[in-house]
């Protein structure tokens, strides 16, 4: 891995791993407390139609996948804000037309697009200086954000009830929890692509939960884990000339399966 480290696009790589590992355990925490795994899921795959739609039109497939997960995670708030029963229903229909819509844009679209697959699976060895620096300034902003709303976030994470008699603006935090998880979606969409990018935003903070006793515990290890699945599989695919995307989540299942193997021990 060392000898790796001479070459420009490495370091990028590993500079990006740990930003984004950051930002996936911080949102990732408040994806998994608030029970919002699913609909994270959604959101990425309904980004789709953003990819294919930038394609057709000829600008930033980045840019169009950004406009829908927003859009796409604002209509799933509305629909569910009230009665997060509706939310599968929802989040199938949002799910399945944004994918329907980026293959149908694509096939529209003159010649092949030969990076699209870096949108689905990743292509974090391709990673910009211009893409780390919008990923840390994103992270800093998304981190001071929590850090001024977290007892409000607390009370609404564990019991949105007492949220509501305490005067907490549920509403707006709810919305904003969705936008921030958008966007984060899609800066990570960059490193393991739409398909894979749900398993990096859930596997950390996950393993986290078992074993931390607080919200802003469960955010640092989530965290630290995400880094680690993320240079570990970084490693691996360096080693076997394999995909990055594919690794990292291949490292993170192999972590979930640990983490729970040890609880299971534990208890026994």
Same mark, same amino acid.
């Given at each position: ?126 990673? +910009? ?5 919008? *990923?840390?300034?994103?992270?800093? /902003? #998304? %981190? ?5 709303? =977290? @007892? ?63 919200? +802003? ?5 989530? *965290?630290?884990?995400?880094?680690? /699945? #993320? %240079? ?5 695919? =360096? @080693? ?29």
């Amino acid at each position: 891995m060392w000898a790796a480290l001479q070459f420009e696009f490495m370091r990028n790589a590993i500079l990006a791993g740990i930003i984004i590992g950051i930002l996936c355990g911080i949102v990732g925490t408040l994806v998994v407390v608030n029970r919002l795994v699913f609909m994270t899921g959604g959101v990425a795959h309904s980004a789709y139609g953003g990819v294919g739609l930038g394609i057709y039109l000829g600008f930033s497939p980045f840019v169009g996948a950004t406009i829908f997960s927003i859009l796409n995670s604002i209509i799933m708030g509305i629909f569910t804000i009230k009665d997060r029963r509706r939310a599968d229903t929802v989040i199938g229909v949002l799910w399945a037309i944004g994918m329907a819509l980026g293959i149908i844009f694509v096939d529209l679209s003159h010649g092949y697009a030969s990076d699209l697959m870096s949108y689905l699976f990743g292509s974090i060895i391709g990673v +910009s200086k211009k893409e780390i620096y919008l *990923s840390a300034i994103f992270t800093l /902003f #998304t %981190i001071f954000w929590i850090s001024f709303f =977290y @007892k409000e976030i607390l009370a609404i994470s564990y019991d949105e009830e007492f949220a509501y008699i305490m005067g907490v603006p549920v509403t707006f935090l709810y919305f904003s929890i969705l936008i921030l998880t958008a966007i984060s979606v899609i800066i990570a969409m960059r490193m393991v692509g739409l398909i894979l990018v749900i398993a990096l935003m859930s596997i950390p903070p996950y393993i986290a939960e078992v074993f931390t006793y607080s919200l +802003s515990q469960m955010m640092v290890l989530s *965290s630290l884990l995400s880094i680690f /699945f #993320t %240079i570990s599989g970084l490693w691996l695919s =360096y @080693k076997f000339n394999v995909s990055s995307g594919a690794c990292i989540i291949l490292v993170s299942g192999l972590g979930f399966l640990i983490s729970y193997l040890l609880r299971v021990f534990v208890r026994k």
